[in-house]
Structure formats: C-alpha cells, structure tokens
C-alpha cells in the first residue's frame, strides 16, 4: 500500500509489521524515497525497527531519525544523522579506518590533535557507528569543570549533600548509562579529578556525592586533548596511570597543514552549506582564491577554514568566490611555490 501511495516524492512513514526469518514479527516503521538522476524512476523502501516502551527498556532505545531524547532530567544527544568526514588524503582514510576498526568494540579511545582539527566529529562517528549508538551520547567539558563541581557533575549527588543541593541529580557518568560519555580536554582535569576518574574507569563504579551507595554503571569513554600528555606526565600535571588506561586505542588527528589535498573538498562543502544558509547564488572558488587558500597555513586547521570561508560567503557578490572577498590574512601570506608545477597541482586537485 505504501508504494501503492508513493507518487514520485516521499511518502510519509507508516508503521507496519516484517516477519523474520525465525517467525518473530518484528514492528517497523516504512519511509519511501524517490532516487533521482537514474534512467528509470527507482522508489528506496527504508524500513526501521521500532521497539515499544524502549525508553524504560534497559538494551536499547527506538531509533529515529534525527531524534532527540529527553526521557531523563538533562537533555540526552542521540543525533542519528552520522557525521561527517571530509576528505580522501591519505592521513583522513587512516583516521576512518580506525574508527571503523575500534567503533564495534567497547576500548576507550583517546582522540588527540591540535585545536579545530575535528576532534569531536571523531569522537562522535566512534559512537554513531557502533553498537551504542542508539544510547545516550554525554559530551563533558572537563575546561569548564572547578574543583568543587567536578565530582558532583560528573557522580551526581544526593539532596542535602551540600549547599544548594535542593534534590537529588544524577551526574554525567549516570546518565551516560549503556552509552558513551565524551571527555573533551582531558588534560585541564586536577589531579585529585583524574584520581576519580581512574576508579571509574578501572572498576565501572563510583559513589555520587553524600551517598555511600556504590553505583555501577557501563559506560564508555572517549577522551579528547589537544595537549601532549607524556610532556604533561613529566611535568607531573597528569598522573601516568590514567593516561595508560585512556590511551588503549589512540586517533590522532593530522593538522590540516599536512593534508592539504583535503581543503579543496572541504572549501567546496563549506561553501555549498554556506550559500544555501545565507541565500546566496555562489557555486564554486575562483581559481586564484582557491591558491591562496591552499597557500596558507591555516594554525586553526578546519575550524579556521570553516569560519574564512563563511565570511568570505558573506561578502561575496558575485556567482564564483573570489580573492576580494577573502580576509587580509590570507592576502598578506607569503608565496612559498608559485611555479606551474604547483599550479599544475591545484588545478588538478
């Protein structure tokens, strides 16, 4: 019935039920898509499990698309729109190659890289790609965490437990329960903080503040820096346990300097984001644009290239982006190879 109603669009989802090959009846919920550009007209059936009750179930909760959940007091990230990576150097095949290997087993990860190298985006696609991914995603920014609030919001604490503590709140390790938690800027923990932490991490265990119950949780970690821990360990800034039990399956991400065939790729992708956001009529990088942008040093690696490219979106009036809408600093840098053989090598990239 459902591609019965399909006319040459999407059809709206419908739930419905498939018989496995064991016999179970399995609830689905039906969405079907129009695949174009192809020489004969192609319907895609997409078909999604559905589970009842799922968010008072303990294995798994329902996946839909681009969900959010908030079945518990804080608001819980299950995103099911993959992110994504772009790039084909040979140093971001790597990096998808261990995610792809470590995202289907439970080790922790430490993802290390310099600041805007996309260090979250990794840590995300090890969680969306594996067997967690339709449990809770915490992302904590240990930066932003004092001495006096780190236990209580990573543990959670018990009402009473100190001043201001009105009623009972679960920390992030509770609510990342059956899912992943993300520990971005590791390196900023205190000592006493990274002590804490190591339990959790050794024995799967922790009391929340002003509670002498002993809480088990099944959590996985994901720890991120931009920081050389072995130069912190020297300086006796991060204890060396931890750092063994956080580096089991290290990704490190290549500044963007050192994969330079990827930035016509991402230019283009943030100018195609850009341009639908801001409405503007601009469909590719003029050629001595681009050189200039592959010509410089980007220090804040994508993030850097993401934010010149949006303001250059913004200035430009014209169909193809230009050098006149590019910032200063690009201008202003050095030429280090502008011989035909480079520009051979731009062109063909």
């Known amino acids: 019935d459902l591609l019965r109603d399909f006319a040459g669009g999407e059809a709206s989802v419908t739930e419905n039920r498939l018989v496995a090959k064991d016999g179970r009846a399995v609830a689905c919920a039906f969405t079907v898509r129009q695949i174009r550009r192809l020489t004969r007209p192609v319907a895609l059936l997409i078909a999604r499990e559905i589970e009842r009750d799922a968010c008072h179930s303990p294995q798994r909760r329902p996946v839909a698309e681009g969900a959010v959940y908030a079945c518990r007091e804080d608001l819980i990230e299950t995103n099911l729109n993959f992110p994504s990576i772009i790039g084909q150097s040979a140093q971001i095949r790597e990096v998808c190659r261990l995610i792809g290997l470590v995202a289907q087993t439970e080790a922790t990860v430490l993802i290390q890289g310099e600041s805007g190298t996309g260090k979250e985006l990794v840590a995300q696609a090890v969680h969306f790609h594996s067997r967690r991914c339709g449990r809770p995603l915490i992302k904590v920014n240990c930066a932003a965490l004092t001495e006096t609030l780190l236990e209580s919001e990573l543990f959670g604490h018990k009402k009473g437990a100190f001043t201001g503590a009105i009623q009972d709140r679960k920390g992030r390790f509770k609510l990342a329960d059956g899912g992943t938690i993300i520990l971005d800027e590791i390196d900023s923990?205190?000592?006493?903080?990274?002590?804490?932490?190591?339990?959790?991490?050794?024995?799967?265990?922790?009391?929340?503040?002003?509670?002498?119950?002993?809480?088990?949780?099944?959590?996985?970690?994901?720890?991120?820096?931009?920081?050389?821990?072995?130069?912190?360990?020297?300086?006796?800034?991060?204890?060396?346990?931890?750092?063994?039990?956080?580096?089991?399956?290290?990704?490190?991400?290549?500044?963007?300097?050192?994969?330079?065939?990827?930035?016509?790729?991402?230019?283009?992708?943030?100018?195609?984001?850009?341009?639908?956001?801001?409405?503007?009529?601009?469909?590719?990088?003029?050629?001595?644009?681009?050189?200039?942008?592959?010509?410089?040093?980007?220090?804040?690696?994508?993030?850097?290239?993401?934010?010149?490219?949006?303001?250059?979106?913004?200035?430009?009036?014209?169909?193809?982006?230009?050098?006149?809408?590019?910032?200063?600093?690009?201008?202003?840098?050095?030429?280090?190879?502008?011989?035909?053989?480079?520009?051979?090598?731009?062109?063909?990239?």
């Open 189 to 349: 923990l205190s000592l006493p903080g990274q002590a804490k932490l190591l339990r959790v991490l050794q024995e799967k265990e922790f009391e929340p503040v002003g509670d002498s119950t002993t809480m088990r949780v099944d959590v996985r970690v994901v720890a991120i820096t931009n920081a050389d821990l072995t130069r912190a360990i020297d300086e006796g800034r991060f204890r060396e346990d931890l750092y063994y039990r956080l580096n089991a399956f290290p990704i490190r991400l290549p500044p963007l300097r050192e994969r330079r065939e990827d930035i016509p790729l991402l230019v283009r992708h943030f100018l195609q984001g850009y341009s639908a956001s801001l409405r503007k009529q601009i469909f590719d990088v003029h050629f001595d644009a681009l050189s200039l942008i592959m010509d410089y040093a980007w220090p804040g690696n994508v993030r850097e290239l993401d934010n010149t490219i949006e303001y250059a979106v913004i200035l430009e009036k014209e169909r193809l982006l230009a050098v006149r809408s590019l910032p200063d600093k690009l201008r202003r840098e050095p030429e280090p190879d502008r011989s035909l053989k480079r520009r051979l090598v731009i062109v063909e990239r």
